[in-house]
């Protein structure tokens, strides 16, 4: 995390091979800037247990490359169909994910490494505790972030997969290496109870030097999530309404991403990066990552391009909404941040004669890469550094934190638990904090659920929870068949479980329809 500070030394992560099959090599060498612990490591003092529970922050931005684009990014947006890929990864626009899929494995791996690092710090650090070598509160508080991280780790495995293996403990207390799938309401289960005890002892914010760390309000938006999973809606909105009087919306959309906005009054839960000195090197693992590079279009980036949104989203925005903008633009448009000027990029001004729009109406920008589908848009979110040039190099890479759960989100979690509990009244009231900050002030006409599942649409879509929350839903394949023409085959609304883990694991079962 960019202002989270620890001490300590490079040391090699070892995992069982539920933790994932590459076991120990190079590549899981912590940054220095962290320090990642093994099970050899002695707890015998507080700065060691701070810097087992920092490790653990590590699993959202180390490790492999596409982690954060791939793996999250790509089911997150693709499955929604408002967004598509140019290249190799078109599957997702016909539900057809393979099993191979790499990235896939990656965010399982990953993700159980983050967890293994969690189940140490929380069981050392509670033996710490009883033998009085940390302080107590402190030590509550550390084993509190390692819940709490484990409880978000578990929530995005199970959001991608459904059930998932739920392993508790360090890995020297595992009995069996390889464990079963839980079900998806046990790991959400798992996530809540994780949850609860982390808001006893996490704090609402903390000093400069450790912004970045989870707080009580993101163990208490993953536990009103955790429960919507559950269909436990009333429970939802008590975990909610919490955050009342610690959170607000910003006022102009467009700051929401803002490069000079970061950890902003909205934002709940925001993955710290912090290398804006990104080259063209490949296989880094320094706190960056090429999601922008992957959003900006191919005449700027002279390659990338390939996560892009689709014109039919573009064309969704209700007249007046203006989240359009900061989220898609297209032909002619200019790019809203004042920071971002497109006529500053060299290669605008050697091939387009320096113009500072998106190509132009009569010439859309739909790539010089020659390859199918472009559409001439391209997705404002993630494009908020002025640093990155794409694929023209040198600055591949970018330093931008990224949001994984914010205020709005909660706020229309809010309205659809409680129209859920048939409190419609006050579901429109949370539904139209989110449209009277777009600009919108008109009631949404017809069913209540349809206008929600739009709402969450033109809010969150190109960030990191909008296919998870249509299925947490329940109303995926109606949404996707009736906006798209598209019928979901059986299943594939889950991801499949990567093919590297069952052939290691002869207890895990692939979901249906793989």
């Known amino acids: 995390m960019n202002k989270i500070k620890s001490k300590g030394k490079k040391i090699m992560a070892a995992f069982l091979l539920l933790y994932g099959v590459a076991g120990c090599s190079d590549d899981y060498l912590v940054d220095e800037r962290y320090d990642g612990l093994t099970d050899e490591i002695v707890f015998n003092d507080p700065e060691t247990a701070s810097a087992v529970v ?27 169909q408002d967004f598509k890929n140019i290249g190799s990864d078109a599957f997702f626009q016909t539900f057809q994910v393979p099993v191979t899929f790499q990235p896939l494995n990656a965010m399982w791996t990953q993700n159980y490494m983050g967890i293994g690092r969690a189940n140490n710090a929380i069981y050392n650090i509670n033996n710490m505790i009883d033998q009085g070598n940390i302080e107590a509160d402190y030590g509550h508080r550390l084993v509190s972030e ?4 484990r409880g978000i780790l578990y929530s995005m495995m199970s959001s991608n997969f459904g059930g998932v293996p739920l392993v508790l403990q360090p890995a020297e207390l595992i009995e069996n290496p390889q464990a079963p799938r839980n079900s998806q309401e046990e790991v959400f289960r798992q996530v809540i109870e994780d949850m609860q ?30 429960y919507m999973w559950l269909g436990e809606y009333q429970n939802a909105i008590d975990a909610y309404t919490q955050l009342e009087g610690h959170y607000v919306l910003e006022e102009e959309f467009l700051r929401i991403h803002a490069n000079d906005n970061q950890n902003g009054p909205e934002s709940i839960f925001e993955v710290q990066l912090y290398d804006d000195a990104g080259d063209l ?82 010439n859309p920008w739909k790539g010089i890469d020659g390859l199918p589908g472009r559409e001439g848009y391209y997705a404002v979110k993630l494009w908020r550094n002025p640093i990155v040039d794409g694929w023209s190099g040198p600055d591949i890479f970018g330093g931008q934190n990224l949001i994984f759960l914010r205020y709005g989100q909660v706020l229309l979690s809010l309205a659809e638990a409680y129209h859920k509990v048939g409190d419609d009244g006050t579901a429109m009231d949370y539904l139209m ?72 694991n002869a207890n895990l079962v692939q979901n249906p329809g793989y």
């Open 197 to 226: 005890y982390a808001v006893q002892y996490l704090p609402w914010d903390y000093p400069g030097d450790e912004i970045g760390r989870i707080t009580k309000g993101a163990a208490y938006a993953y536990m009103g999530n955790a």
């Open 281 to 362: 090197g490949w296989g880094r693992d320094d706190n960056v990552t090429f999601i922008q590079s992957f959003n900006m279009p191919n005449e700027i980036g002279n390659g990338g391009g390939y996560a892009v949104p689709t014109e039919q989203l573009y064309q969704s925005f209700e007249e007046g909404d203006e989240r359009k903008l900061p989220t898609v633009i297209g032909p002619g448009d200019v790019h809203p941040d004042p920071e971002i000027n497109i006529e500053d990029y060299p290669v605008v001004q050697e091939n387009f004669g320096g113009i500072n729009t998106l190509g132009t109406e009569e």
């Open 54 to 80: 920092t490790s653990i922050y590590d699993t959202f931005h180390g490790g492999p490359v596409e982690y954060l684009t791939k793996a999250i990014f790509y089911p997150a947006n693709f499955l929604s």
């Open 146 to 149: 390692s819940m709490a991280l």
């Open 433 to 504: 904090r989110i449209r009277n900050r777009a600009g919108l002030t008109q009631v949404p006409d017809g069913n209540l659920m349809d206008a929600i599942l739009e709402e969450y649409r033109h809010e969150l879509v190109g960030e990191f929870s909008l296919w998870w929350l249509l299925r947490r839903s329940g109303e995926q394949r109606e949404y996707i068949q009736e906006h798209f023409d598209i019928t979901i085959p059986e299943g594939k609304d889950l991801m499949p479980i990567p093919q590297e883990q069952i052939d290691v």
